[in-house]
């Protein structure tokens, strides 16, 4: 199967490198707008739209906000084009019938491996040959290829947030306080690991612990107590203890 | 080394299961309030505090709000009597001189067997003597013992409130979400780990991502759409994601 991957940022990246390392895959084109100084010479490069080939499969692997007016410009009429995003339509795609999606649900970092084999692809359509070309790419990579919608992609995509981004956002408040007392925020790993690895095995409700869940009124004071001069963490302590309070004593 | 787990909740039962597999310890007498109709009947069980026989360190695993009167019960006056609460002061045992702190940072959940080699163990004591007995004993279940005092314990708890019980919260809340929307919650297992386990390598500030990071006001009007009837999870997001607009772009 022949892909193009247009745009080469985190996702366009951690896909170049899963991608090339099938052999049932050949990426004929990469787009980057940028042009890197240093970069694999191994890397099909284009750096003009116009000069972008058809492959099997185009992934669009750019912002949300420039999805549609980047595949205005693609010169395809019938060609399968697919975007990566996770919050955008299918129908943000332009100038092809023959529109998709291949969101991979998972966090890309810079300079973090991810191994893809677990990673779920949530794939649609406009058409039964492309979803099963779309299928067949996917498991090139995954174990796990499912299709969704885009009403529903973006709802996952809402709770990935939530999962993800909010969920670092509490790691990164609590290294920052931690930090400023001197005290090691890597003591918190294990119990962080354990905290994610729990929920395989039981709904996240059932393993819910915590002065919250207790209704352990004394710990939350003394908490909201080292926090008076900490806006943010305590603003961010009492809007989830409410919520675990409510969730739990309601 | 002779030990008595005073308390068989969540924390006792973990820890009785870590320390019987130990050769180096002995765990002379288990105190429990409530008598189990099924238990081991390898566990020495005693059901009233006068019964209780000094050992080398009586280990006090009860709800916060019972330790000090608990200990003030005990009939010891020259023995070591830990607890093993975050959020407790080492000053909130009574009737003896020799007082102490045993916390290990980790969320202890019925049915989920904890390996507490990487677990860290807090410990804190009066006497030089009694801190090596302590670490001692840390030491024969896990790798990592270290000595913190009961202001910085609070502290080390409080953050990890926010990263064990808020984090777990936050997937509760999306799995209520995705639930309601007959999507399956397993999809985002891949995610979570992943988020918890990028933080070993790189500190959370650097590897923040999503739409919040990103400044990308079109994703977070379109998920506060979708959350306009779930005030809850409303309420958790604009938090989270003002904090962490407050964060990366002040």
């Given at each position: 199967m022949k892909i193009n991957i247009l745009g080469f940022g985190n996702v366009g990246q951690h896909l170049y490198r899963a991608f090339s390392l099938?052999?049932?895959?050949?990426?004929?084109q990469v787009y980057s707008r940028t042009k890197f100084?240093?970069?694999?010479?191994?890397i099909p490069f284009?750096?003009?739209?116009?000069?972008i080939e058809p492959a099997d499969v185009q992934i669009i692997a750019l912002p949300d906000d420039v999805i549609s007016d980047f595949s205005k410009k693609l010169?395809?009429?019938n060609q399968l084009v697919v975007h990566t995003s996770?919050?955008?339509?299918?129908?943000?795609?332009?100038?092809?019938?023959?529109k998709g999606v291949f969101y991979a649900l998972q966090t890309f970092s810079k300079d973090i491996k991810i191994d893809f084999t677990s990673v779920p692809i949530c794939i649609e359509g406009t058409y039964e040959n492309d979803l099963k070309t779309l299928e067949r790419l996917g498991r090139t990579i995954s174990k796990k290829v499912i299709e969704i919608n885009s009403e529903k992609r973006r709802k996952l995509h809402l709770a990935a947030v939530c999962v993800n981004n909010f969920a670092n956002h509490l790691y990164d408040v609590s290294e920052s306080y931690l930090n400023k007392h001197a005290i090691?925020?890597?003591?918190?790993h294990p119990l962080i690991l354990e905290t994610a690895k729990k929920i395989e095995k039981k709904i996240p409700r059932e393993v819910q612990t915590g002065p919250a869940k207790r209704l352990d009124k004394n710990t939350i004071d003394s908490h909201l107590q080292l926090l008076k001069d900490n806006k943010t963490l305590s603003e961010i302590y009492t809007v989830m203890t409410n919520s675990i309070i409510k969730t739990h004593h309601n």
């Open positions: 099938q052999k049932d895959v050949y990426i004929a100084k240093q970069s694999d010479p191994m284009v750096h003009e739209i116009s000069k010169s395809f009429t996770g919050s955008s339509s299918i129908q943000d795609i332009h100038n092809t019938r023959r090691d925020f890597n003591l918190l």
